[in-house]
């Protein structure tokens, strides 16, 4: 017998998560859209952009513009900022809440951002302080917390271990990632359910990927385990740089239509979220090739 909530939370990852992979530029006129067009659907909290390198990320150059125009005082707007360049970037702005990552694994670490896990841990810890101060909403997005591409299975306690560290800090959302989307379901429902048992305060928000087409099987895991936050891409839109292989982050749509079925409520409005995914669908580099999408493309 499957134990239901309600409700459940759905966190846009699409124009930042979604988008930073993507081989063309998308205009910025049409992430704008893109963004209201989620918005419209019902998205109360999203993943905007991040202030990055552009020359590492160039999809996210036009960060600045996002943010000045695409903040809404409804919705909790996010917006990545990795490091002090990033952070005093955020202060420059009107965004009030930021999300910051690490890995668990040294090796993706180091292939990321040229810096071990402790070395991460030791440069984040007094900007998430700094940020608690000035009462900034702040997120951890914990990469690798499965399986690494550069070290196979990642030990589930370190996982754990590197999430305590963060909770200590005093973040308030932990984001905890598959990757590269190799995690079983069975995997799922046990970190998570220790996730939730030893961190009953913080908001804990699943982050699947779908290279192995388990990202719902995990969502549905975790959502057992009593997690009731998702993060998803509209399109199934996503993928990381220094993950190679990894395929795109779970597809709102998707995630949307099972826990509607479900009846749990979403406050997402699929119809519209069809019409924000086709402002975006012409200036992608590939096919958008989700279930829920697929179905839809066939009735219009």
Known sequence: MFNLPEKVTMIEVGPRDGLQNEKLFVPTEIKKQFIVGLRNAGLQEMELTSFVSPKWVPQMSDAAEIVVDCLDGKTRNIVLAPNRKGIDRLYSSDCQAVAVFVGVSNSFNIK???KTTSDCLMELKPLIRELKEKNYFVRACISTAFYCPYEGKIVESDTIKLCREFVLIGVD????????????PTEAFSLFTKLKAEFPETM??????????????NI?????????????SAGGLGGCPFAPGAAG????EDVVYMFERMG????????KLMDAIEVVRPHLSRQIETGYYRLHAQTI
């Open 220 to 232: 549905l895991a975790s959502l057992q385990a009593g997690i009731v936050r998702f993060d998803t």
């Open 112 to 114: 990321n951002i040229n």
């Open 264 to 271: 749990i409520d979403t406050g997402v409005n699929l119809a």
């Open 249 to 252: 982050n779970a597809a709102t």
């Open 204 to 217: 804990l928000t699943a982050h699947f990927h779908d290279t192995r087409k388990l990202a719902l099987a």
């Open 173 to 184: 959302e932990l984001s905890v990632a598959d990757t590269i989307g190799m995690a079983a």
